[in-house]
Each structure stands twice: as C-alpha cells, then as structure tokens.
C-alpha cells in the first residue's frame, strides 16, 4: 500500500456515483479533495476520476494527472482508450483500488524522461493546434478526424515530450520553432 495521500478529484453529474466512489477511497490512500460536475479548469490533484457521461469530458486530458473513467454502461473501445484505466461500477473495491495505484505509481512525474520519440508530422500540427489555442473538436474539425483520434495525438505528443500541460507545451512549440510567439490567441 502507498504511504502518502493521492489528492483526487472526482467529475460526475451523478451524486450516487460521486457519493460511492467517496466511500469506497475513504478508507485507502485517495483523498477526494474536491467533486466537480464539469471538468475543472486546472487541479494540482494526482488522481481524476470521471463519469465520460460528463459534458466535454475530453477536457479532462489537459489536466496534469492521470485520468481513470469510471463506467457505469457500455462504451465503445475507441472513446474509453483515451483513459489511462477503465474503472466499472461493479469492480470489487479491492480492484478499484488496485487499478487506481497501479496508474499513480506509474504516472510520469515531473522529473520523468519523456520517452524520447520524435513527434510525429500530424502530432506537430496537432500540437500547433494546440499551442494556438484549439480546442480538440476544432482541431477535428480542421484536419476532418475524430476528436478521440486529436486525443490520442494529444496523449502521444505529452508522452513523447513528457509535458501535459497546454502552457507546457504551448512553450515546447515555441522552443522548438513550430510556432511564433505571435500566433497564440
């Protein structure tokens, strides 16, 4: 077991579910630190666990932590391959918790190397997108791709680089001469 709390929030419309996740981490290392109906604009929580019933849950990736959906139907593999784990409503408590651990011990910190990978030509451009200050239905939109296609550029561009944040990586294009300081909104 961890020895040190894991700040977590939790994003939900659902007041049952929010209210059962909090009873099944109140006795573990996760901390709820806050509930949110919305994905919130940023968080300094380690752990965010969310309904993807929630509205524009996509935003939930440019948050500096590892994300665990927390399914309560059926999903399409596509749209839950974006989450870090996949929780289901009816994981024994002991699953859940192991599940949870198992993505805040392996979360790159900040001090992690980034895997090395060279971004791909469309991972530059979504990152541009990015940097400029698109938000992930726009950059479908622009390139004619699904928006879980932009997240999972989105995912690979922050494991390449190991930056999650859009400043982060807003300053990363910059650095690298993809974008002009100019050009950001």
């Known amino acids: ?12 419309p659902s007041l049952v579910l929010t209210g059962g996740l909090k009873a099944v981490l109140a006795r ?24 993807p019933v929630t509205a524009d849950y996509s935003s939930v990736f440019g948050l500096d932590a590892p994300v665990a959906a ?8 596509e749209s839950l391959s974006h989450f870090d784990v996949v929780i289901n ?14 993505i805040v011990s392996s979360a790159p ?16 451009e979504i ?8 938000l992930n239905k726009e950059i479908a939109f622009k390139y004619n791709i699904s928006i879980f296609t932009v997240m999972t550029h989105r995912k690979n561009i ?20 993809m974008i002009d300081i100019e050009d950001i909104k």
Do not use: N, W
Request: charged share 25%; with cysteine; proline share 6%.
């Open 28 to 51: 573990s290392e996760f901390v709820v630190e806050e509930c949110y109906t919305s994905v919130p604009a940023e968080t300094d929580a380690s752990l965010v666990l969310i309904d």
């Open 109 to 124: 910190g900040e001090d992690a190397p980034p895997d090395g990978g060279e971004l791909s030509p469309r991972e530059k």
């Open 158 to 177: 922050s494991a390449k680089t190991g930056i999650k944040s859009i400043a982060g990586l807003t300053a990363y294009a910059i650095l690298q001469g």
């Open 70 to 77: 927390v399914i309560h139907s059926a999903y399409d593999r």
């Open 127 to 134: 990152l541009v997108c990015v940097a400029k200050g698109m």
């Open 89 to 102: 409503i009816y994981d024994p408590t002991p699953v859940v918790l192991r599940k949870l651990r198992k």
């Open 1 to 12: 077991m961890m020895s040190e709390k894991v700040k977590t929030i939790i994003v939900s």
